[in-house]
């Protein structure tokens, strides 16, 4: 990975630069027309009809933070001493001040009492005073709606209390944003502004809109379902966090429309059940959520209270073909392999180039991940841990497995292939085998990547091979210059690893330990970083690197490597 995002502190100028190069055109400001002013002007909505219910709990402890004056975004932190509202002076980044007017933050103010309600209050009176009016920055599409749908999400608390002046100002700024959002829903590209503004419309056309255009909305946000989502529940980013956000839009759509007696179409109970499964597909066993491509580890509380509003229990599967992702699990032990290729744009703007990676768990606790990501770290950062070396996978000729490509039409750089990724799976005995390659590596190098998995029946032994060969259909090349190449094993940072002789120890701070062991003569531990919990943590890596040989049929070494996990018992 670059230097580039390990700048402590950057300049107003380097931030805008990095800003304009990794946000693209999601990241610009908005620009109405006269027209468009007219048009979303107008009177405040009568009020709600019905509000929405919490579908995933609000954040106590940040909340409690909040009140401290702490406002803390990633590795970003500002401190209020004199009660005013975070945006009255500059903030640390663009990045910072984008999570910061999306209001996720809104509902965990609301958890700290009658204090916590005023204080919530006044932040949103005193951010429409500032911005209510239009503002390019925080008018953006996705941030717009975000935050008119982290407003309602409040509900009475907000709208309801307070002065009849003050809720009636509440009201006019919710109404004038949600026809911004809802007036430029067709035409955005970015997947997850226009499920937001897809979702928005179902929502207010329920809560403020006494049902009017409820029929529409609701087509479209079929339509919006079948473009976003796999038939088996994956969401085409193959962002296990993008589907369990998404699932509690559904589910909070579901109970609206139940709440206001009107008939649920069925294609929501359809597609409520298939995500659901998905998302119960990555939960580990510390029921928080397995962090590929751009997701992270979301809280437990959070995948536990979405989960719980589903009607009934979510299917358990091993294999998701469509969304291509293989689980193998005996006992306390579960791997889940990518073996998918990244997706089209523009669902691929977020997507990670990290073919055959995997996540390995026993029980609760993590062992080897990836640098994993998360919407609340700095944006060059999450661009950083898209690479094919952040992910536990095999590099060839440091270079990435999927091609970067820009989508011109958001400005964006998204992954292409690998072509030939596929992986079959044998189950005989009570014993795993799972078989998987790509040839991402094949145009530039001539080599195809295998990767074969062997897990006992006991869940006590990963066995692996990685090897890399030279098609036969090829023939032999001329160039037989030695090809670098790096298997990495990213460890979570709760585990702690040690060299011991001809082994590797690794020790997760929940008891489990685990040895690793190779026939590679080169095995070492470097320092990585891990994204996965919202801050960047030091954390460390197993890496075998080599130099394969062009000709080779992969069944030897240099080619060919071995390597295992093994559970300790008495730990």
């Not at 080897?368 to 661009?383: G, H, K, L, N, Q």
Request: overall charge negative.
């Amino acid at each position: 990975m670059s230097d580039e995002p390990l700048k402590a502190k950057r300049s107003d100028a380097e931030d805008a630069a990095i800003w304009e190069r990794f946000a693209g055109r999601p990241g610009e400001d908005a620009k109405v027309s006269a027209v468009h002013r007219l048009r979303i002007a107008g009177n405040a909505p009568e009020g709600f009809g019905l509000h929405m219910r919490q579908i995933i709990p609000p954040d106590e402890l940040r909340g409690e933070m909040l009140m401290r004056g702490v406002w803390r975004i990633g590795m970003d932190r500002l401190e209020l001493e004199d009660g005013g509202a975070p945006w009255s002076g500059a903030m640390p980044s663009r990045h910072y001040a984008n999570r910061l007017h999306r209001f996720d933050w809104l509902p965990d103010l609301f958890t700290q009492g009658d204090v916590g309600a005023d204080r919530a209050r006044f932040l949103v009176d005193d951010w429409i005073e500032n911005f209510g009016r239009f503002d390019g920055f925080s008018w953006r599409m996705g941030c717009a709606g975000d935050r008119v749908w982290n407003w309602m999400r409040c509900g009475a608390a907000l709208f309801e209390t307070g002065l009849p002046e003050a809720c009636e100002m509440r009201l006019e700024a919710l109404g004038r944003q949600a026809r911004h959002v809802l007036a430029l829903v067709d035409a955005e590209l970015e997947p997850k502004a226009r499920w937001r503004g897809t979702t928005l419309a179902v929502a207010h056309a329920l809560c403020l809109g006494r049902g009017k255009g409820l029929d529409d909305a609701l087509m479209r946000l079929e339509s919006e379902c079948t473009a976003q989502f796999f038939p088996d529940g994956g969401h085409v980013s193959r962002s296990p966090a993008r589907a369990l956000s998404c699932l509690a839009d559904l589910i909070t759509i579901h109970d609206l429309l139940s709440r206001s007696d009107r008939e649920v179409p069925e294609f929501l109970d359809r597609w409520i059940a298939r995500i659901g499964g998905m998302v119960a597909f990555f939960r580990a066993g510390d029921d928080a959520l397995m962090p590929f491509h751009d997701g992270d580890e979301r809280w437990p509380e959070a995948v536990e209270a979405v989960l719980a509003h589903m009607e009934t229990p979510p299917r358990r599967f091993s294999v998701a073909p469509k969304s291509g992702f293989h689980k193998l699990q005996k006992g306390a032990t579960v791997l889940v392999l990518d073996a998918g290729a990244a997706p089209e744009p523009p669902f691929g703007d977020k997507a990670h180039a990290g073919a055959l990676g995997f996540e390995l768990h026993d029980g609760p606790a993590r062992i080897v991940t990836s640098c994993a990501c998360s919407p609340e770290i700095d944006i060059a950062f999450r661009a950083a841990v898209r690479h094919t070396s952040a992910h536990s996978t095999l590099v060839l000729g440091d270079e990435d497995s999927s091609r970067f490509k820009t989508n011109e039409d958001t400005r964006l750089l998204y992954p292409v292939g690998p072509q030939g990724i596929s992986a079959k799976r044998l189950e005989e005995d009570d014993e795993i085998w799972l078989d998987a390659q790509h040839g991402g590596y094949k145009q530039q190098f001539g080599l195809l990547h295998r990767r074969r998995l062997f897990m006992s029946g006991d869940g006590k032994r990963l066995t692996g091979e990685d090897s890399l060969a030279r098609p036969v259909s090829a023939g032999a090349t001329e160039d037989e210059a030695p090809i670098v190449y790096d298997l990495r094993f990213h460890l979570h940072p709760t585990v702690e690893a040690s060299m011991a002789g001809d082994s590797i120890v690794l020790r997760s701070n929940l008891g489990s330990k685990w040895r690793f062991k190779t026939s590679h003569a080169q095995a070492k531990l470097e320092e990585t970083i891990y994204l996965g919990r919202g801050i960047i943590e030091r954390s460390q890596q197993i890496v075998l690197s080599g130099k394969a040989l062009p000709n080779s049929d992969g069944s030897t070494p240099p080619n060919c490597i071995r390597w295992a996990f093994l559970k300790v018992e008495g730990a």
